[in-house]
Structures are given as structure tokens and as C-alpha cells.
């Protein structure tokens, strides 16, 4: 789709001779000439060295300069007045001026959401969507670079017409996606302020043939500008949105879901309060305490049951390591917090957090702690599709049922010498617990749960 097409025609009108597409005599083809389209999506001849003929590069020069009249007039025409949100931080603006999450029900608002809202959690929505009726103007949220657009309102699939915007914030590049639009205002590598209109809202892409209440913006933020597939690229739009005010009135009150902003917490049955989520967190003594006792001290190397060698309290040997001395038992307390610090929470489990702003109370972080360094610390580095934990963790919508589900999961062990695997009734004793500490803050070991039928 011509670059100009559908973003200027108000004022020039498809038939301005300067966007009309080149064509080839027998004479320009014994010059060697050939067509290309050039930047704006416009036919033009060019030799093998690429070089334009001298009168389309002149039409290409009047074709930008239309081009940036043309936007900063059609800008002006539909933009409507007071775009940045008096109540917002200076330098920020939400993507529409009436912002509401789209849903005639809360329901329907929490499948709207970011992260694995659909189907119960097993499927995943990749931003959020803002109801908004055809031909509502989308707003810039933050002074930025138009990176890429894509001009196709006629079209049936995936984001139809969208616009995406590279941004800073506190040093580090976000992009944001605004999609299904049915008008286009921007160029791509034009540079834009906060609050500018970059095009209206419309039914394009898998939007098609909405109607009514219906009708969105889906809105995404994304930490590269390769959005690629599922959420590994993408995070939560909900910190950047009226940075000021903590999104009230985006959702009706009444059971609708917590939602993380700037300085709020991962949700759950009984979140905490903003006051209660400390900063930077690492494994508590509680926790340490905790893992003593359920590891036990072991002076010498030994097999865990699943051809590890391992010693002291669970420490699972190194390539290289050995200790034909044994371990002290105070020795052995300073490996498992040194693995516990180096190992289980610095390789995926703290990155995994970080990247999707993940914020815990200190038992709930804890428990995490407790159930990588059973599972393995490379374990948050699973793909999101198929590990309900860490969708729930990015979702930030959950239960205390949701946690407890999703981590008795992990109940299988494979005996690495015989390759046998059966599902052991104490490790599902043992994810019990974790479920229980990050829930409900208990650090205790419950020995006598009663084992479902189906363990060993």
C-alpha cells in the first residue's frame, strides 16, 4: 500500500503527478534503466548502480516535501485540543483520552488484560485493548521516533494498520504498538511529541467487522522492536499508562483484576501493599532455615535419588567439584547460600523477574527461591507456552488455587542412570509447602499431607 495513500489524499488527492508511478520507454530500457519503488512507495527508474533518473529524484524531493505539510496539516485538522492528560507526569499521555478496557463485564475485561487471560490461561493476549469506537484519535504517550507503520485498513488478519513508536524511559528503548487503526498520520522515522496524534481507530486486521462496544485499540509494549511471537519480547503496558494517576477508572470496581502500574505488585487472592514489597530482594534467612531442614545435612557426597551427586544441604556437584573430606555442617551453610544467591536466583530466576517487573513479597519470592533450587536454575529460561507458572507470574492475575495447580506440576523425577520416571509423592509434598509459603507466608514442612492415589 502506497505510503501516502490513505495519510494525505485530504489534501492532495491520489492524482498529484508527483506520485504517480514511473514507467519504462525502450529508450530508458537501452539506458539501462529499470523500475524500483522507492522510499514512499512510488515507482521510479533506476540504473544498475541505483541511481534515479534525475526527474523522479526531483519528484521524490516534491513527494517528501508534500509529505511533511501534509501530515503536519492533517495533524492539525483531527487533532483534538488538550491531548496531554492535565493529571499525568510531564512527558507522558495515554493512547486514547477516554481509556477503559474494552468488555461489557468484568469478564470479558480480564481476557482483555496482557498475559495468559484466555481460555482459562492456557491462551495468551499480548497487550491490552482500549474500547474505542471507529475514528477515535490515537495518541502519542511519550516524545519519540515513528519506527515502522503499516498502511492496510482493508485488511482481515493478525493487527491490520498499526503504527509503532521507539521511546525512552529511564534510559533504557521501549516500542509501542497501537493496532487496527483505520487512519494513518505518520511516516516512518518521523519524530513525534507526546500527545501528537498519530492516527485514528478503526475495525482493520482481526478486528475486522467489529462493531459497537466491540471496537479497540489493541495497545502493546515491547522491550525490542522485533515484537516476534508470544510475550518474550513483550511486557505489560499497564506501568506506562497515565504515569501519574495508577490507572483508576480504566476498569469498574467490583472484582476486576489487579493490574501492576510503576510501583504496584504481581496480583494475587490477597496481594500485598505497595508498603509491604521490598526492593532488590534476595533469599531470606527464613528461607535458608527452611531449606536446611528440608535438604538435611549430609557430610559426604551422595546420590539424590536421581544419579546427582550431591552434598551438604543439596548442593548438586559441579563438574570438577569434589570433596573428599566431606563438608562442614557450617561450611555446607555458606555453599547453600552462595548457591542460592550465585546460582538459583542470579541464572534465571532474578533475570525472569526483572525482565517483566515482576515485583513479590519476600515469602513469595521465596518460595520461587524454594522451587528453582528443586527444580533446577535454569528452569525460568522455559518457554512461557508451556510453563503455567511463569504465565501466571507475568499475567499477574492469579489465585492462591492458580499457584498451588501450577507448581504441582513439577512432581516427576527421572532417575538420570535407569532414564525411569515416576511421580513422587514427596516432591508433591514438597510443592504443597512452596505453594503454601508463597500463598499464605507459612515456612513450615507439612510431613503429613496425605498423598493423592497415582505417587510414589
Known sequence: MDKWRYNFDIINGPDNIVFVDASLSYFDIALGYHLEYNPNGILWKVNA???????????????????????????????????????????????????????????IQKSNMFGWVRNDGSKLHQGIDFAAKTSTPTIAIRKGLILEIKDDPTSTTSYGSYVILQFEQAGKTYFALYAHLSKINVVSNQAVEAGQ??????????????????????????????????????????????????????????????????????????????????????PSEKIVSYLMDYERYKKFVYDAGDGKMTIGYGHVLLQGESYPNGISEEDARALLKKDLKDRYTAVSLDPFLTKYSIKLTQNQYDALVNFTYNVGEYIWDRPADDFKLKRLLIAGNFTDDDITEAMTRYVLVTNEKTGVSYRSGGVWRRRMDEADMFNKGIYDRNSTRAIPDGFE
Open 197 to 282: 496524534v498519530l492516527g485514528l481507530t478503526g475495525t482493520s486486521g482481526n478486528a475486522s467487522g467489529m462493531e459497537g462496544e466491540e471496537q479497540h485499540l489493541h495497545f502493546e509494549i515491547a522491550t525490542t522492536s522485533s515484537f516476534g511471537s508470544g510475550l518474550d519480547t513483550r511486557i505489560d503496558p499497564m506501568p506506562f499508562l497515565n504515569m501519574n494517576n495508577g490507572m483508576q477508572n480504566l476498569i469498574p470496581s467490583g472484582g476486576a483484576p489487579t493490574v501492576r502500574g510503576p510501583e504496584t505488585t504481581v496480583a494475587s487472592g490477597s496481594a500485598p501493599s505497595n508498603d509491604s514489597v521490598p526492593e532488590n530482594l534476595e
Open 49 to 107: 548502480a541505483g541511481t534515479p533518473a534525475p526527474q523522479d529524484s526531483l519528484n521524490f524531493e516534491e513527494q517528501n516535501r508534500i509529505i511533511e505539510t501534509a501530515t503536519k496539516q492533517t495533524v492539525k485538522e483531527i487533532a483534538p485540543q488538550n491531548l496531554t492528560q492535565q493529571d499525568a507526569q510531564p512527558g507522558w499521555c495515554d493512547p486514547l483520552q477516554s481509556m477503559k478496557v474494552r468488555g461489557a463485564d468484568v469478564e
